[in-house]
């Protein structure tokens, strides 16, 4: 949610068309891009602080995202740079719903896990039963349908069957997009 907001703010400042929002500079953009790869179990405990006084997820992130600003003007005083930061905080959630934040948020997340812990185990997985079918490519196994003996076959031929589903379906899964919505 921390890096959905932020990169909306910086969208909002990239693209013009609101005079309130001026175009943050380099150092502006790097305290923004700060607060969100930074974003640590203390900031987390920090929102959830604020979850208990307003008792909505999302504005909690508005008025955590509020209070680091603040921290990064307090930290540079007179810099024009920081200061639009500072004069633009207002238009953090500007025009957006908590479901434009939250469907993103999620989104964001489904994609890291796939790319970061889902596909390099499966990755890991097919590697090893890959291995395992070459291993045993001509170890004898006596197949069975509906529960009765069948043609043999070879323990290695068995698991490259799987190996080749599983291909398949690895390849579905890191095509399917991860779609979300903004207002």
Not at 98 to 116: F, G, H, P, T
């Amino acid at each position: 949610r921390v890096l959905v907001e932020v990169r909306w703010l910086q969208m909002l400042s990239d693209c013009g068309h609101l005079p309130q929002v001026p175009t943050f500079g380099p150092a502006a953009k790097k305290a923004l891009d700060d607060i969100a790869a930074n974003f640590s179990v203390e900031d987390g405990a920090r929102v959830k602080e604020i979850e208990r006084t307003t008792n909505h997820d999302v504005k909690a992130i508005e008025y955590f995202l509020k209070e680091r600003v603040a921290d990064v003007a307090a930290g540079a005083p007179g810099d024009a740079d920081v200061g639009a930061l500072v004069a633009a905080q207002e238009f953090i959630h500007f025009a957006c719903t908590s479901e434009d934040i939250n469907n993103l948020s999620y989104a964001l997340m489904i994609k890291d896990a796939n790319s970061e812990v889902l596909l390099p185990a499966v990755d890991g997985i097919i590697a090893t039963l890959t291995d395992l079918a070459r291993e045993h490519a001509e170890l004898p196994m006596l197949s069975r349908t509906h529960g009765q003996t069948a043609t043999p076959s070879t323990v290695g031929k068995e698991i490259a069957n799987v190996v080749a589903r599983l291909r398949r379906q690895r390849a579905c899964w890191a095509a399917a997009p991860q779609l979300g919505k903004i207002a």
